[in-house]
């Protein structure tokens, strides 16, 4: 099993041009969270956050999570035609890790109180923290088996749109954050997985400049159409194609690189190799916080971009550290447990 995300690039039976856009894209939109988290969990004691940067890190906010939703429906497209037995293991896989990290990520962010087991059964079963990720994609892994049982895609899309719209104008307000993030971010794995076929992928790769450019621009003009209207119907449905157009122009302008050029890039090889950076990154930030470097007055431009860097390459290393030392279980369920189970599940979930 690759060690990254779920998806994987063997899950795709795309062109080598896109597979390879989609990889550096995948891996700049989880830089983008971890930037998002070292400006938060960072800012004021390893350098200062002004406000400019402030406002380009929300701004960013609108294209980070849909993008990456976006990718991960589209990815998932490999299970489409999969058995429940396959699809099961997908979803065990990713249980597997919040099992695993969900303690981890509590005790790091804990600033002194205790945690106990209930307090950690809780957070597995309704996810406040960083993790929700992960189990987002477990209740959405079920998407393909929904669409196998007779659903109509159209209807899924409009379930979720209707999520979406009733959470980004304050309608509905979730008891855990996990609900609240599918339920904003969802439908952008719906048009990933369902809409976004081979057909939809070759008309923006061959009109790539032109999408990379309009579609982007369409998202700017909804943003300062809703300026102003936070909490209202009309800002909740110009938000939600507002990050469609961001995500959509990302994908469009990917395409529009070379790839035997960004197949050499850093961020490209950070896209098949996502997930320790995911599951990492948040215990790694909160141990740097405990390291006081008293921020100076001014504020570097290279600083938080530095911190990123420094972040992602420790969580990289761990994952080498990890392997090397027997310790892939961290990132994947064990070997031995998925072999000794593996014929019950394909017996009882074959179909």
Same mark, same amino acid.
């Given at each position: ?12 039976p ?9 990889d ?19 800012g004021?004691? &390893?350098?200062?956050?002004? %406000? ?18 976006l990718?991960? @429906?589209f ?21 597997w ?6 303690p981890?990520v ?6 002194? +109180?205790?945690?106990?087991l209930?307090?950690i ?10 993790? &929700? ?13 929904v669409?196998? %049982? ?5 209807v ?28 904003r ?10 809409f976004l ?12 400049a ?5 579609l982007?621009?369409?998202?700017l ?8 209207? @936070? ?10 194609? +507002?990050?469609?157009?961001?995500? !959509?122009?990302?994908?469009a302008?990917?395409s529009?690189?070379p790839a ?24 790694v ?9 008293s ?7 290279l ?16 994952q ?5 030392? @027997?310790?892939?279980? !961290? ?18 979930w074959?179909r």
């Open positions: 099993m690759t060690q990254e995300l779920p998806e994987t690039s063997a899950e795709m795309q062109p080598r041009t896109r597979v390879v856009g989609l550096a894209l995948r891996g700049g939109a989880v830089f983008l969270v971890v930037f998002h988290h070292v400006l938060v969990f960072l004021g004691n &390893w350098f200062q956050v002004p %406000a400019w940067l402030a406002t380009v890190n929300w701004a960013l906010g609108f294209a980070r999570m849909p993008t990456l939703l990718l991960s @429906g990815l998932a497209q490999g299970i489409m035609k999969a058995s429940r037995g396959r699809i099961f293991w997908r979803c065990a896989n990713l249980a890790l919040v099992l695993l990290w969900t981890v509590l005790l790091s962010k804990s600033t002194g +109180e205790t945690i106990g209930p307090d059964l809780r957070e597995m079963a309704r996810p406040n923290t960083e993790l &929700w990720f992960l189990w987002a994609l477990v209740v959405l892994a079920f998407i393909p088996i669409v196998r %049982a007779g659903v109509s895609r159209y899924l899309l409009a379930v979720f749109f209707a999520l979406s719209t009733a959470l980004w104008s304050d309608y509905l307000r979730p008891s855990f954050f996990a609900a609240e993030q599918i339920g971010y969802g439908m952008y794995f719906v048009v990933g997985c369902l076929d081979d057909r939809a992928m070759k008309a923006l790769h061959r009109r790539s032109a999408y990379g450019v309009a982007p621009l369409i998202g003009a909804l943003h300062l159409a809703k300026a102003g209207g @936070g909490g209202s119907l009309t800002y909740a449905l110009l938000s939600i194609p +507002e990050a469609l157009c961001f995500a !959509l122009g990302a994908v302008l990917v529009a690189i035997d050029y960004l197949v050499r890039t850093p961020i490209a090889r950070l896209g098949r190799n996502t997930l320790p950076v995911y599951v990492c990154h948040i215990p930030i909160m141990g740097l916080t405990l390291i006081d470097l921020a100076p007055d001014a504020f570097s431009p600083a938080a971009l530095t911190a990123a860097v420094v972040v992602t390459m420790i969580c990289l290393a761990f080498r550290i990890a392997n090397a030392w @027997g310790l892939a279980f !961290l990132f994947h369920v064990p070997r031995r447990l998925q072999a000794r189970v593996n014929g019950w599940v394909e017996h009882r074959a």
